[in-house]
């Protein structure tokens, strides 16, 4: 079955940096686009980034553009956002997600990033 | 980018009455290869989201008949014909139509009364 597990989450200072990574299973990842879709503490679903299936496009939300890299690696199922500059704004709970016909089909558990001093 | 406004944001519901949540898009969500991409999602306390409903109307595998969506151009709406306990959760509204800036809804959370 499909899994996307995501990982690196963890309490950063503002400015610190971060990286996320969401191991897949259970499907050709080569095949699919890739997001990171994250959550704010009691707020609503926000896209962050998304990938093309062999590394382009690449599209950022205006609030992380120039601060956030994502990535891939199709050899090891893999997708990875690099988090430079945090801000206690970029709290929230981040999930990995398939794109799949202009929707997202399947959800990872989500990892947390906190940006507190 | 397109703006996607759901209402209401709060919906108290009598179990096993039927529950109604719109969603409007600030542009027509209809593609240029005539495809409507509009999904609905539920995420239930503590829970990641989950997928109920894709291209305006048609429900994922697993998802009970009591779900359905319907709506056109700019204007759609999620129904639940009957209420369950397990129905409570935050529902919310994506285009993909529109890309590179896909936008979620702000989201509608569905309460026992």
């Known amino acids: 079955q499909v899994q996307l597990v995501e990982s690196g989450g963890a309490l950063v200072k503002p400015g610190g940096s971060l990286r996320l990574s969401c191991a897949v299973s259970?499907?050709?990842?080569?095949?699919?686009?890739m997001s990171w879709i994250r959550q704010a503490p009691g707020k609503g679903l926000e896209w962050v980034s998304y990938i093309g299936n062999r590394g382009s496009p690449i599209y950022y939300a205006d609030s992380v553009k120039g601060r956030f890299t994502i990535s891939r690696d199709n050899a090891q199922n893999s997708v990875y956002l690099q988090m430079n500059s945090l801000r206690a704004e970029d709290t929230a709970v981040y999930y990995c997600?398939?794109?799949?016909?202009?929707?997202?089909?399947?959800w990872g558990q989500g990892t947390v990033v906190t940006v507190s001093s | 980018d397109v703006v996607m406004t759901q209402s209401p944001l709060s919906l108290p519901v009598t179990l096993g009455q039927p529950a109604s949540i719109s969603c409007r898009s600030s542009?027509?969500?209809?593609?240029?290869?005539?495809?409507?991409?509009l999904s609905w999602f539920q995420q239930r306390p503590g829970q990641s989201p989950r997928r109920l409903i894709y291209?305006?109307?048609n429900r994922d595998s697993g998802v009970p008949d009591r779900f359905s969506g319907s709506g056109s151009g700019t204007d759609f709406t999620l129904k639940i014909s009957r209420v369950e306990a397990e129905d409570v959760g935050i529902y919310y509204c994506m285009q993909g139509t529109h890309w590179p800036s896909l936008t979620f809804g702000g989201g509608t959370k569905v309460e026992i009364k």
């Open positions: 542009q027509s969500l209809v593609h240029s290869n005539g495809n409507t991409f």
């Open positions: 997600a398939r794109l799949m016909s202009s929707s997202v089909d399947y």
């Open positions: 291209e305006v109307s």
């Open positions: 259970g499907f050709t990842f080569s095949d699919h686009y």
